[in-house]
T-cell receptor, first 111, second 115 residues
Framework: NAGVTQTPKFQVLKTGQSMTLQCAQDMNHNSMYWYRQDPGMGLRLIYYSASEGTTDKGEVPNGYNVSRLNKREFSLRLESAAPSQTSVYFC??????????FGSGTRLTVV | AQKITQTQPGMFVQEKEAVTLDCTYDTSDPSYGLFWYKQPSSGEMIFLIYQGSYDQQNATEGRYSLNFQKARKSANLVISASQLGDSAMYFCAMREGGRTDKLIFGTGTRLQVFP
């Protein structure tokens, strides 16, 4: 099925470990996003990419890096995980005419 | 400054009744879009309804309608004939005009439908 695929779905990290969250879309969307969702905070934008080769900071970029590898893929990297980064992470993609499609989320726990 | 405000952390409604979920927004851009999403306990984000800032009529999608009051900067979601399956978190979101399509969310309202 067409859509946004995120991997992994669940991950437990120790403080200080690094990891990359992967996201891929097959809808030929130009724009891609990474959000985090915390209780009572809604979804907050971490980084976004308006097109291949460009990335911009969102509301809460500290502690994260991103790579727009090609039009399909947009990865989120935590270089040194902290307990404050325990959250549910959503990737999304969009086209202005057809709206937004979200992945199923990655539940990350940092201990 | 917070751009999307949802002031109702939780709402209760009886099955078959209508419910209104509030959303106010703040923008100086004349071109923007307003979205509502549903997030059930399973966690996925489900698109419900969209309203463009230049749309003359309120958007409707089945049992969902958006009460758009531009001068008051409000975009309330109305769910008619509530069903038990409507129990979920509901998020209001806004996309401003300009070169990017980034979507900014409110903090959400948890709706519980009881029999």
């Amino acid at each position: 099925n067409a859509g946004v695929t995120q991997t992994p779905k669940f991950q437990v990290l120790k403080t200080g470990q690094s990891m990359t969250l992967q996201c891929a879309q097959d809808m030929n969307h130009n724009s891609m996003y990474w959000y985090r969702q915390d209780p009572g905070m809604g979804l907050r934008l971490i980084y976004y990419s308006a097109s291949e080769g460009t990335t911009d900071k969102g509301e809460v970029p500290n502690g994260y890096n991103v790579s727009r590898l090609n039009k399909r893929e947009f990865s989120l990297r935590l270089e040194s995980a902290a307990p404050s980064q325990t959250s549910v992470y959503f990737c999304a993609s969009s086209t202005r005419d057809l709206g937004y499609t979200f992945g199923s989320g990655t539940r990350l726990t940092v201990v | 400054a917070q751009k999307i405000t949802q002031t109702q952390p939780g709402m209760f409604v009886q099955e078959k009744e209508a419910v209104t979920l509030d959303c106010t927004y703040d923008t100086s851009d004349p071109s923007y879009g307003l979205f509502w999403y549903k997030q059930p306990s399973s966690g996925e984000m489900i698109f419900l309804i969209y309203q463009g800032s230049y749309d003359q009529q309120n958007a409707t999608e089945g049992r969902y309608s958006l009460n758009f009051q531009k001068a008051r900067k409000s975009a309330n979601l109305v769910i008619s004939a509530s069903q038990l399956g409507d129990s979920a978190m509901y998020f209001c979101a806004m996309r401003e005009g300009g070169r990017t399509d980034k979507l900014i969310f409110g903090t959400g309202t948890r709706l519980q439908v009881f029999p």
